[in-house]
């Protein structure tokens, strides 16, 4: 029997359709019948639907597709769509390649500190139960379902795993805690990602504050400084971008004079001010 046509993801100048952020391509072709031959990457499943119902999953090769027929349904074919009824069966290939999606927010430390995060995961659906799984619960728009549309879903999970440990950190711990961190969005994401058939492979955490200020304020104290002394080298640098010869007295706490009249009092620096 010859093949009616062939059904694929490669568009007509040989360009793959499912690139990266691509996991799920719902085929366009709306006259997919007896005898049209479905070719499948070796990266790719592929679901053939008919009007919602799942009749085959098919995974590296090429195969003709073999649907029922029925009369009734033949004539209809014939009258109505001049042979072709529309949308009668559905393609939809499934991405079996690692994919790398990254989930960014805000979370505040103990102390109401902003904090930036960003999240990095790596997922792949491994079967062809997952790749069912895939088809049957997760929606998407058009033709297609991108890493964007999963992380949409996604993203909440993170950020709830990240805020169940942050919150009760202080700001200057929150490092400390990186590798619980990364654990806990591990296992809520992977919990949350069996649900549509979809494997976790690694998540990598990175946590810093949002605010530039505060960024320098700590690696100063990483130096040993104390929070006085951070505040006073960071004034300092400030006061030396501008260009003021007062910088070095501000950062080592002493007061600046010209012609013996102090500018800069001690008291402002931190130090005590004499009687």
């Given at each position: ?122 997922v792949h659906v ?34 709830q795993a990240i ?113």
């Amino acid at each position: 029997m010859p093949f009616r046509n062939v059904i694929s993801t490669l568009n007509a100048d040989g360009t793959e359709v499912m690139g990266p952020g691509v996991l799920l391509y719902h085929h366009p072709s709306n006259d997919i019948q007896n005898g049209t031959l479905l070719t499948v990457e070796s990266n790719h499943f592929c679901i053939l639907k008919s009007r919602g119902a799942i009749l085959n999953v098919y995974e590296t090769g090429q195969f003709p597709v073999e649907t029922p027929q029925r009369a009734i349904i033949g004539g209809i074919q014939q009258a109505f769509y001049g042979g072709n009824s529309p949308w009668q069966y559905e393609a939809i290939y499934i991405s079996r390649a690692k994919s790398v999606l990254s989930a960014k927010g805000v979370a505040f430390s103990k102390e109401m500190a902003e904090l930036a995060y960003m999240v990095d995961y790596y997922v792949h659906v491994d079967t062809t139960d997952d790749a069912v799984k895939l088809v049957q619960h997760m929606p998407f728009a058009g033709h297609a379902l991108t890493g964007d549309d999963l992380n949409a879903y996604a993203a909440p999970v993170v950020e709830q795993a990240i805020n169940q440990i942050v919150q009760v950190t202080p700001l200057e711990q929150v490092n400390e805690h990186i590798h619980e961190l990364t654990e806990q969005v591990h296992q809520n994401l992977q919990e949350f990602l069996l649900i549509y058939g979809i494997t976790l492979n690694q998540v990598k955490v990175l946590v810093s504050p949002n605010d530039a200020r505060m960024k320098q304020l700590i690696s100063l104290r990483a130096f040993g400084l104390s929070e006085l002394d951070a505040v006073r080298y960071y004034t300092a640098i400030l006061m030396a971008e501008q260009g003021l010869i007062s910088a070095p007295n501000m950062a080592v706490g002493a007061p600046f004079a010209i012609g013996g009249t102090p500018i800069l009092p001690a008291a402002m620096v931190g130090s005590t001010p004499k009687a």
